[in-house]
């Protein structure tokens, strides 16, 4: 693919969602006041650009937005500010590198996120100019992401995946404008007394929001569903998905759908009413892409389904359709570094591959401490970012599959699990705001196709 465009995936309708009309996508955060500041705090180290020249394109880049709502943005000089703006080379220290002139131009995270926005400092950045890249219409595109919009489906719109070189006289779409007041309102004349309140996170038929609530009074929590049982004791029995791409939690007899950030409304549910013959306090769950099979497994037995559909002639013994896998499991998972089953069980994990005989090679069980995780591993499941994460009880790692390590990030990991998984209240030990799981970037390729390596830590030898 050779076309410019916005790195992230696109939230745009499917299967019934797609019949509906093209529009907007809001990504279901969006920020509680209408004042925003602003820093640049690094700037381009190349001298193509003045920093006066690039202080006017991001002025210009948060005005076009200011113009449709009652926001304001502020740039501060010093002090506490909600958008951090920086042109970084390579890995810079959230977990998301650059790639070098082509490829990633800039990411910016949602407001749930903190707001900020880096560009890579190795492109060629320009102003009203077909050369290069335009800053000002990347910048646009990024803040557009920093307050709450996810891509569109409207090839002229601003949000639109595709970067399609210098447009003079740039101008926010109607549909980038129906989005950014579907979440700001609209603009009210100054000289009124009492504007309109702003609409909260407005219900939106196209919004298929993809890690988190914020431990101030300056975003608005997410829409959660009852998550008091997590977030009084965040462990549970196992966390994955189903072939239909949706993201469970269970927890003794109840069960929860996740969202981007928190629960779903309606949850929980009783495990017993939409998983039949599924007994409570189960151990670990995986789902098998290759005959889109969930199994899910306790005690030395293992039941199967096909998204909420339980398969006849369950439950079996695990030593039947898992051989040389140990009964009470921990956790069970697909790994994205070679598309294997992974168990793990107290300090040991087993590699599981059903087209092999043995499914399981002689050299397993092997220790945990190959993966850089603690005992005590009780799910791990490959997000919609194709990052993995292992959660203990309270806490939470991402392992970067391609590096065969965990990640780094600001803070660092591990990370608690109520805040960012469950809506759950910070305890303020630490900023979700600026832990983030997920960035929106725009980019001059997509990463389809990209090959994840075949290896594993301590399992070189297998290629």
């Known amino acids: 693919m050779n076309t410019p465009r916005c790195g992230v995936g696109d939230q745009i309708g499917h299967g019934a969602n797609a019949r509906r009309k093209k529009r907007y996508a809001l990504q279901g955060s969006r920020w509680s006041r209408d004042v925003l500041t602003y820093r640049i705090t690094k700037y381009p180290s190349t001298d193509r650009l003045s920093k006066s020249e690039v202080d006017s394109q991001i002025k210009e880049g948060f005005t076009l937005w200011e113009r449709q709502t009652n926001l304001k943005f502020e740039e501060k000089s010093s002090g ?79 949000m639109a995946p595709f970067y399609r070189g210098w447009i003079p006289n740039l101008e926010l779409h109607p549909d980038d404008i129906a989005a950014i007041q579907a979440l700001y309102g609209t603009k009210t004349k100054e000289e009124d007394e009492n504007p309109p309140r702003t609409p909260g996170n407005t219900d939106n038929d196209d919004d298929d929001d993809e890690n988190e609530d914020d431990n101030n009074d300056e975003r608005d929590p997410p829409s959660n569903g009852d998550n008091e049982d997590l977030c009084d004791d965040t462990g549970f029995d196992t966390i994955f998905s189903t072939t239909d791409g949706t993201f469970y939690v269970f927890k003794g007899s109840n069960y929860w759908k ?87 069980k107290n300090n040991e994990y087993w590699k599981f591959d059903p087209t092999k005989r043995p499914p399981v090679r002689s050299v397993y069980p092997r220790p945990l401490s190959n993966w850089e995780l603690p005992n005590g591993v009780v799910g791990a499941i490959q997000w919609s970012n194709k990052y993995t994460y292992f959660f203990t009880r309270d806490s ?68």
């Open 80 to 158: 506490s500010i909600h958008i951090e703006i920086r042109f970084e080379k390579r890995e810079h220290g959230d977990g998301d590198p650059f790639d070098g002139a082509g490829g990633t131009l800039a990411h910016a995270y949602f407001p749930q996120f903190g707001g900020d926005a880096h560009f890579d400092d190795e492109e060629f950045w320009t102003i009203d100019s077909f050369r290069g890249t335009n800053l000002l219409q990347t910048a646009a595109h990024e803040f557009g992401h920093s307050l709450g919009l996810s891509h569109s489906d409207v090839r002229d719109a601003l």
């Open 396 to 463: 939470y790692y991402r392992f970067n599959d391609r590096r065969f390590s965990l990640d780094r990030g600001e803070p660092g990991f591990p990370r608690k699990t109520g805040p960012w998984w469950f809506g759950c209240p910070s305890d303020g030990s630490f900023s979700p705001a600026q832990a983030k799981k997920e960035a929106a970037s725009i980019s001059l390729f997509d990463d389809e196709g990209d090959e994840l390596l075949d290896v594993v830590p301590g399992d070189e030898d297998k290629k």
């Open 258 to 344: 996740l969202t981007d950030d928190s629960v779903e409304r309606g949850y929980p549910r009783k495990i017993a009413d939409d998983w039949s013959g599924l007994p409570d306090n189960v151990d670990a769950a995986v789902t098998w892409p290759a005959n889109k099979k969930t199994y899910i497994f306790k005690g030395s037995e293992y039941w199967r389904f096909e998204n909420q559909e339980a398969d006849s002639g369950y439950p079996k013994r695990i030593s039947e359709g898992f051989e040389d896998i140990p009964n009470d499991v921990d956790a069970a998972f697909i790994w994205g570094g070679n598309g294997k089953i992974y168990f793990f």
